[in-house]
């Protein structure tokens, strides 16, 4: 319902020697004035925020200002933001890639140094605390019309059994006709693979060892050192290394058929890091065996990750070769092999099943591999699930596990058609997992048609939703300036305060140890609703209060000491005055985020036992429910009011009776 000024409040929001002027001029601009300012009046009183929440900008000086396309919270109470190059070609031309670390405690901001461009990469939790990330841009897209050079994917192989060879970046390739093209990285084409064959018998005489020889090959893309049609080509052909002699010259060479000025994708790179948060800085860890650019991270029961999907380091999607990181070796290795879109959104069920809920970020062909299903590692099965709405509108779609993660319950929220569809749907759907024959049934609508959604865990066991758009990023003015919560428990929305930041393509939301909820970024391709004026980033931050920290009166529930460790199936005590009134135990796993995709965040309902001084928390021994690594311990009251959350690591080791966890006795000593 609008509400409108009274004349009083009119008079004393803008003084009398107004009111007498706006009734003089009568002026729309003066009316919206008044509402504006009553607006900012309304949404100011307590009562209002008791029932709604509040909204309030952070103050970001100049120079930390970043276009934030990844977001993850570190168990430091830190965020750090990912920019790359920040989908800015002059930034990856001049090879200036931002990181910023930010304390919101603290309202301080830090510098990362950043070694590679981890624009539209993937990242995870790691066990221990780290953040993974892998992939990025190698480089950017050049749009149809615009590409003057020939270029495309060139196979180079490598006959050699006893030598790999490395070609730097310019190198440059001839084909038969003479027309040079240049590689845009490095790459090393490693040694052909020798395989001896067993020696035989053939007419009564033993016939020799035989040995075969399988080149190995490696892709790289080349663009035409001159412009024009002699270096356009259809048919396959091999071409000549420029600069390679001796045996390498012979050993070693390029095979492409398809070189042309079509549209040319964005490439990845195969790069992979840990983020330290404690010492604050990216390590190096060995590269992936295929580039990635847009590709999701999802961590495993056993603290390992798959990367699957992405564009390689040709421009073209993966064809489905994924792979799996361990944390302990530092090295990758080979997964399961099947095709997604990029960045699609796969969570870790109950059993070790990943369900993907068929929210991607688009590339790839709009009938292939867009389906939800539930995928079978061990069996590399994939079991299709049927029952979702508006099933071609998948893309930028939000999904997430409601709390909590035991009721297996996953949601799907908004979206829009394939590339730059105008399409987007209010659609919501819901799975329950833990029926005898799951499908998606229809939750309740969004208030128009949504993509770009961010949906955040809260620790009261709702969901909070917020911004989007209902065009492809944001195209006619159509950010979406509403926020909602909604409850598992009555399956139904209630609206929220409203931000004042559009947020569409390239935004991200989290929830902070002190139970607010921060959003960052957004990336409009027009800033008018004419679609006339080129856009610009959103470096503002905003941060979300919701009512549960405007109840006046009455105080947090607050945890005292306890063990920083408990194991899986183990149990931990922590002292606190507050036992009587706590009534619900939550871990909440921290977001990882970035295009609308955070696979990461997942709460996880803990038993609770209680003495007059003391609360205990048991967490499920089940590594498919708690994957191994830093976790937010929320407790709540019975109106709902959460704790500041306390940092505990979760082993990924089942805990004997009492767990790694101790007694209050042990708790009071453990301090920080």
Known sequence: MAHRPSRNLRKTLLGSGAVVVLAALNAPAAVSFVEEKYHAYKIAQPEYRRKYGSWARVDVPDTYRINAIHAALLHTGKVLLIAGSGNDQEKFDSGTFETILWDPVRNTFKKIPTPEDFFCAGHTQLPDGRLLVAGGTARYEILDGEVKKAGGGMRVKNESPDKAVTLKKGTVFRSPSGVEYVSTTDVTIPKAKREQQISYFESGQMKPWKTKVTASEV????????????????????????????????????????????????????????????????????????????????????????????????????????????????????????????????????????????????????????????????????????????????????????????????????????????????????????????????????????????????????????????????????????????????????????PTVGRNYHSEALLLPDGRVVTFGSDPLFDDKDNTKLGTFEQEIEVFTPPYLHKGGADRPVLGAGPREIDRGGRATFRTEDAARITRARLMRPSAVTHTTDVEQRSVALGLTKTKDAVTVEVPRDGTLVPPGWYMLFVTDGDGTPSEATWVLIGGEDAPAGGRGGGADEAAGAGE
């Open 219 to 498: 892709r790289v893309f080349v663009e035409a050192k001159e412009e024009g049609a002699q270096a356009l080509t259809t048919e396959a052909a091999q071409y000549e290394i420029v600069g390679l002699k001796g045996a390498d010259a012979g050993n070693v060479y390029g095979l492409a058929q398809r070189l042309t000025t079509e549209k040319q994708d964005f490439q990845g790179i195969k790069a992979a890091y840990e983020f330290d948060p404690k010492a604050e800085r990216y390590i190096p860890v060995a590269p992936m065996k295929d580039a990635r650019w847009y590709p999701t991270l999802v961590t495993l029961e056993d603290g390992k990750v798959l990367a699957v999907s992405g564009l390689n380091d040709v421009g073209d999607v993966v064809p489905g070769d994924n792979e799996i990181y361990d944390p302990v070796t530092k090295k990758w290795s080979q997964g399961p092999f099947r095709y997604f879109p990029t960045y699609p959104s796969l969570f870790l069920t109950q059993g070790g099943k990943l369900l993907y809920t068929g929210s991607n970020a688009g590339y790839g062909p709009a009938e292939k591999g867009r389906a939800p299903g539930l995928w079978d590692l061990d069996s590399n099965s994939f079991t299709p699930i049927g029952g979702l709405t508006d099933p071609d509108q998948l893309e930028t779609s939000a999904s997430l596990i409601l709390p909590p993660v035991q009721d297996q319950k996953i949601m799907v929220l908004g979206g829009g058609g394939v590339g730059e569809s105008p399409k987007s749907t209010a659609r919501t759907s819901i799975i329950d997992l833990s029926q005898e024959s799951p499908a998606f049934r229809d939750g309740p609508a969004l208030p128009q048609g949504t993509r770009y959604l961010s949906s955040v865990l809260l620790p009261d066991d709702t969901v909070f939703t917020t911004g989007g758009s209902k065009e492809y990023r944001g195209r006619s003015g159509s950010d979406i300036l509403r926020a909602q919560f909604y409850d598992p428990t009555a399956n139904a929305f209630s609206a929220a305060a409203d």
